[in-house]
């Protein structure tokens, strides 16, 4: 697998300050039971997901094995250990959105995004996700952008609201 930069952009400054911030996360939960799950949401913060060179250090510092740090930032959704677009979009493919259609609005998005399900933009501009349930089922099929809620979508929407975010 490549290994990716640890800092995106912004060079040495902005990469030695970024570990300066880790660093002080693994100080400030060091002592605490459970310290990991806080640890890796603060280095989830600080890039945008889970760089293995910075889970090495976090592994050192903690005392914990690598595969015990996978598996954390494996099993929770929240965690991303590859880098994710500025826009991450949410298909939700629960029962109520599958019904009504999200299937083709999933692949209406993958279409015109160029990318496959959990893929990211060359651009760096959007990830493409699918999820369990959004618990919006009223506005079904729906699908977030970032915070903003898109519901009631038909596949032929999704020109449109991808023009809001270029």
Known sequence: MKQQPISNSGGVAEADEKLMKVQAAISQFK?????????????QDIY???PEPVLQIVSA???LPMSEIYGVASFYHFFSLTPKGENVVHVCLGTACYIKGAQGVLDRLSTELKVPVQGTTEDNKFTLEATRCLGACGLAPVM???EKVHGRLVPNN???ILKEYN
Do not use: N, R, S
């Open 31 to 43: 002592m605490i039971q459970g310290a990991l799950i806080p640890v890796l949401h603060e280095i």
């Open 48 to 50: 945008g997901y889970l």
């Open 61 to 63: 510092e903690l005392h």
């Open 144 to 146: 977030t952008i970032g």
């Open 158 to 160: 999704i020109p449109k």
